[in-house]
């Protein structure tokens, strides 16, 4: 992580064995925890989830099964017999919670993105950067997985900047590892003609 954090200011690097690593292990988990039961959250997400075939090609967005690494047996178990009312159960939820814990234990450190501010051109030229990011991690064979749930939950989100000992806004929170192959793309993209017509934003009326 060395070649890709050196010269840029906004990235921080910790391992996952360091202080601020083991700080970020825990409270993501604590966050996931809170954010997972928190009931306005998961109708949240359950708005977003595409368990069955037709609603993944209807929509061409969110979440499906194969996106969210659940396929084989289980995979076709999801599409078929799963509804946007499953997301509240609490089977579904402490289940989301062990992906989480797994997912967690196997990283090899976090990569947090800062920013200057929060200004919006500011905003717009961070995501342009974490972009670049990702081609230029795919061919040292790094993985990223954003977690972004500190960020999203109280007190958690006023405590990681003191935690990391950063001043500047957090942007990212990015899983970090290294793999031994990329898996094949498997997320919904909209056609460009849903959103764009003759060079001008459209709406989507699928």
Request: charged share 20%; net charge neutral; with cysteine.
């Amino acid at each position: 992580m060395r070649a890709l954090t050196v010269g840029e200011p906004d990235y921080h690097f910790f391992r996952r064995d360091s202080p601020q690593g083991q700080w970020l292990d825990a409270q993501t988990l604590a966050a996931n925890h809170q954010q997972t039961y928190r009931d306005a959250a998961e109708q949240e997400l359950s708005h977003w989830v595409r368990f069955s075939d037709q609603e993944a090609a209807r929509h061409r967005d969110g979440l499906t099964p194969a996106s969210m690494g659940i396929d084989g047996v289980a995979g076709w178990w999801v599409r078929h017999f799963y509804t946007p009312a499953t997301v509240l159960k609490t089977s579904f939820r402490e289940a989301s919670l062990a992906r989480v814990a797994e997912q967690v234990s196997q990283s090899g450190g976090w990569l947090v993105l800062t920013s200057a501010d929060r200004a919006t051109p500011t905003l717009l030229d961070t995501g342009r950067r974490v972009q670049r990011l990702w081609v230029q991690v795919r061919g040292r064979s790094i993985a990223l997985h954003p977690m972004s749930q500190i960020l999203e939950e109280v007190p958690f989100a006023q405590q990681v900047n003191g935690a990391l000992g950063v001043a500047e806004p957090i942007q990212f929170l990015l899983r970090c590892g290294y793999v031994d192959a990329y898996p094949a793309p498997v997320a919904e993209r909209r056609p460009v003609e849903w959103f764009v017509q003759n060079g001008a934003v459209g709406r989507n009326t699928a």
